[in-house]
């Protein structure tokens, strides 16, 4: 079992920056597959970013160059670091680990607005 705890939402202006923490609870972070979804009003949930459990990033086109997925595994916790936000990014994002099954955190919204 795997529990996730997503942090670090809010507004921000357009250009801003914002970093998304999961905390994980569990003995199995280290070997699973953690990463971001995101689903804005109206529209269906879609991946952002993982990173596999040998610390392997890969990133949806449009976040590419912008954001940057990283895992500490001592801390059990993934972050999300978003840099150059556009209104666009403007979402619910959600924290998802693969360990045998897929897990969900409860989201955190993020918001981009002047």
């Known amino acids: 079992q795997v529990q996730l705890v997503e942090s670090g939402g809010g507004l921000v202006q357009p250009g801003g920056s914002l970093r998304l923490s999961c905390a994980a609870s569990?003995?199995?972070?280290?070997?699973?597959?953690v990463g971001w979804y995101r689903q804005a009003p109206g529209k269906e949930r879609e991946w952002v970013a993982s990173?596999?459990?040998?610390?392997?990033?890969n990133y949806t086109v449009s976040v590419k160059g912008r954001f940057a997925i990283s895992r500490d595994n001592a801390k059990n916790t993934v972050y999300l670091q978003m840099d150059s936000l556009e209104p666009e990014d403007t979402a619910v994002y959600y924290c998802?680990?693969?360990?045998?099954?897929?897990?969900w955190g409860q989201g955190t919204q993020v918001t981009v607005s002047s």
């Open positions: 998802m680990a693969v360990v045998g099954r897929t897990y």
């Open positions: 990173i596999s459990s040998r610390g392997i990033p």
């Open positions: 569990g003995s199995s972070f280290n070997i699973a597959t």
